[in-house]
Nanobody, 122 residues
Framework: QVQLVESGGGLVQAGGSLRLSCAASGRTFSSYAMGWFRQAPGKEREFVAVINWSGTSTYYATSVKGRFTISRDNAKNTVYLQMNSLKPEDTAVYYC???????????????WGQGTQVTVSS
């Protein structure tokens, strides 16, 4: 099983940027798709972005498309989420998900990080 540790969250003003990182342990990192999900207070965890094993295919939630970019570095066992033009509604705990299929469904991922808080002030 892949172990995941997120970093890079914080407080930012609306219109600002943050880059989240997710460091993975395990030799099979490069074999699986990786994803980002988020959960706002009182809401269900929702899909944000996914990237295939090689980094050649990505897919985004409509709410973040054009503002967020997911990428990966298999040599470093790390996946990133570059978030630009942040909005207050992007405020949530962001979770890295691994060991999964190229999918936007939570149940398709077997490993999860502990989450990192992103707060966007207006």
């Amino acid at each position: 099983q892949v172990q995941l540790v997120e970093s890079g969250g914080g407080l930012v003003q609306a219109g600002g940027s943050l880059r989240l990182s997710c460091a993975a342990s395990g030799r099979t990192f490069s074999s699986y798709a990786m994803g980002w999900f988020r959960q706002a207070p009182g809401k269900e965890r929702e899909f944000v972005a996914v990237i295939n094993w090689s980094g050649t295919s990505t897919y985004y939630a409509t709410s973040v498309k054009g503002r967020f970019t997911i990428s990966r570095d298999n040599a470093k066992n790390t996946v990133y989420l570059q978030m630009n033009s942040l909005k207050p509604e992007d405020t949530a705990v962001y979770y890295c998900a691994g060991g999964g299929k190229y999918s936007g469904k939570r149940e398709d991922f077997g490993s999860w990080g502990q989450g990192t808080q992103v707060t966007v002030s207006s």
